[in-house]
């Protein structure tokens, strides 16, 4: 017995095993019919491609009762460094056993990952688990309470994984898997999730799924991911009761999804840095509902049917409408891919100022957003929005292009504004990145231009326009330009052609208009 045993050993994992070199022990005693069997071990090692772990040690205490047609295992206990195993059994009628076992699993991952060494890939992290099977070999059950703490994968492309602690309860039988509930804290908040996977192999493993979450920091949940500190940040809540896919050949999720975001926030600096300073955008409370479609061999996440409709309260008006379709690639360099049709989006939904400086309007949007996690480039149709308006300056109805890219620079390009019955056009740029904000631009003064229509755009700005507003008519054409500096300190020039002016109701006639402001100080 002791010769049969010691090979079954060594061919499982357990190296060096030869009674003349290590101190293992085996005693063996009969009595009426019983038999009791004690095994002692320390030495020897668990190897594995990867390299060698010491086994630090192995007991086993264990009685056979023939004439009680049963078998107990009342202690099993092994250590391999912090791989550490307590168990013990019962058996009843030994023809057809019926199993009792209880075991206590401590497991490092990173002893996992030292035995496989799978190529490009490592882990971290301490698995402790208390499992129970229960009866005979043709219908066992099995349950398993399992915690994890700081766990953390590198895959391959060095991208990061940090899922931090999770706690899980799960059910097996021979046909099924069911996962009573995982509890994932991602911030102040928590995943829940639930389902089962029929162990069926000639339907590649089919599996549902329920998933919750309440109170996640969106930004936490990125940097959890290979995306590390992001420059966004929002509270989630999450609702998706109807998952269902397959997990050979390779796994496969779709399934509706409902999400409800409060004030989604784009920064400009990472949102865990000490100061992460004023958002950009603010988007104060939005539900958005998907169809979500993960397919791990195609390398991506294609969400479809996407709405999202933001939410009335306070300074928000909840008035934004739009749908998307596209693709979150798995691949962080690859990033995302997503067509935003909009119904109107209403600027003050996104927050009642832009990187602090109010705005208001509503209207209809198209744009792409694309490019890598942390840096995504978004270009954008404005098809016109009513009454738009920017740090005091109030432009009427605007259309015209953007593009925002990681620079954290928003470019605006053939803008066409109609205040009145003036129509303008030209181009700018914001600079988020710089503090204090930056900007510079064009525009030029189509012909038929009116003076009253261009007051009532600038009138706002300083005391000096805001005299003539109502006190001048006449016609107006020409050029302004904004060269790059503080948003709140701008130097321009003014080039303006005066037709049939008549201020305080004295006419003027006709005249060029040369001005020249100085860092919001002074003007010439």
């Not at 007991?59 to 295992?73: C, K, P, T, Y």
């Not at 061999?297 to 996407?306: F, G, L, M, S």
């Not at 690859?334 to 209207?363: E, M």
């Not at 930056?438 to 231009?449: A, E, F, H, I, R």
């Amino acid at each position: 017995f002791f010769f049969q045993a010691e090979d079954g050993i060594r061919d499982w994992s357990v190296t060096g095993v030869q009674t003349c070199a290590l101190p293992i022990s085996v005693k063996a005693q009969a009595d009426r019919g019983t038999t009791t069997l004690r095994v002692v071990q320390q030495g020897g090692a668990l190897t594995g491609p990867g390299g060698v772990v010491p086994l630090t040690r192995l007991q086993l205490s264990a009685q056979l009762d023939a004439l009680g047609n049963s078998a107990e295992v009342s202690r099993l206990e092994f250590a391999a460094g912090q791989l550490q195993v307590l168990a013990h059994a019962t058996a009843r009628n030994l023809c057809d056993p019926d199993l009792w076992v209880e075991a206590n699993v401590g497991l490092p991952v990173d002893l996992v990952f030292q035995l496989l060494q799978p190529k490009e890939a490592s882990g971290s992290g301490f698995v402790t688990a208390a499992v129970t099977l229960a009866g005979t070999l043709d219908a066992p059950k099995l349950h398993a309470d399992v915690d994890v703490n700081d766990l953390a994968f590198v895959v391959p492309g060095n991208a990061h994984l940090d899922f931090g602690d999770l706690s899980l309860a799960a059910d097996v039988t021979k046909d099924k898997v069911t996962l009573q509930k995982l509890t994932w804290p991602v911030g102040a908040g928590r995943f829940e999730i639930s389902g089962g996977l029929d162990l069926d192999l000639s339907r590649n493993l089919p599996f549902t799924a329920q998933v919750s979450g309440s109170g996640v920091s969106f930004g936490e949940l990125l940097n959890r991911l290979p995306l590390k500190h992001p420059w966004v940040d929002a509270t989630v809540s999450v609702e998706a009761r109807k998952l269902t896919g397959h997990i050979l050949p390779t796994p496969v999720i779709d399934g509706p999804v409902s999400t409800n975001w409060d004030h989604f926030k784009v920064l400009t600096r990472a949102f865990d840095s000490p100061n992460p300073g004023d958002p950009v955008i603010d988007l104060g409370h939005a539900h958005i509902t998907t169809n979500f479609h993960l397919d791990i061999e195609k390398d991506r996440v294609w969400i479809e049917k996407v709405h999202l409709n933001t939410l009335p309260d306070g300074e928000w008006p909840g008035d934004t409408d739009l749908d998307a379709d596209g693709y979150l690639y798995l691949n962080p360099d690859k990033g995302l891919d997503l067509t935003v049709n909009a119904k109107q989006i209403d600027v003050n939904d996104l927050g009642p100022a832009i990187a602090g400086l109010p705005w208001h309007g509503a209207g209809p949007v198209k744009g792409k957003v694309t490019g890598a996690y942390g840096r995504n480039i978004i270009e954008a149709t404005v098809l016109g929005l009513r009454d738009f308006s920017i740090a005091n300056v109030h432009l009427g109805d605007t259309g015209g292009k953007i593009h925002f890219d990681p620079s954290m620079t928003l470019v605006l390009s053939d803008v066409l504004a109609t205040r009145g019955k003036t129509t303008y056009g030209g181009n700018g740029k914001l600079e988020f990145g710089k503090n204090p904000l930056w900007t510079s631009g064009d525009v030029t003064l189509q012909p038929g231009g009116r003076i009253e229509d261009v007051l009532e755009v600038i009138s706002d700005i300083h005391w000096a326009f805001a005299m003539f507003k109502g006190q001048m008519t006449g016609g107006l054409g020409g050029s302004i330009h904004l060269r790059p500096g503080p948003v709140m300190a701008p130097v321009s020039e003014f080039h303006l052609d005066f037709k049939d002016v008549v201020a305080y109701q004295r006419p003027l006639g006709s005249a060029h208009f040369h001005m020249h402001t100085e860092a919001g100080d002074s003007m010439t």
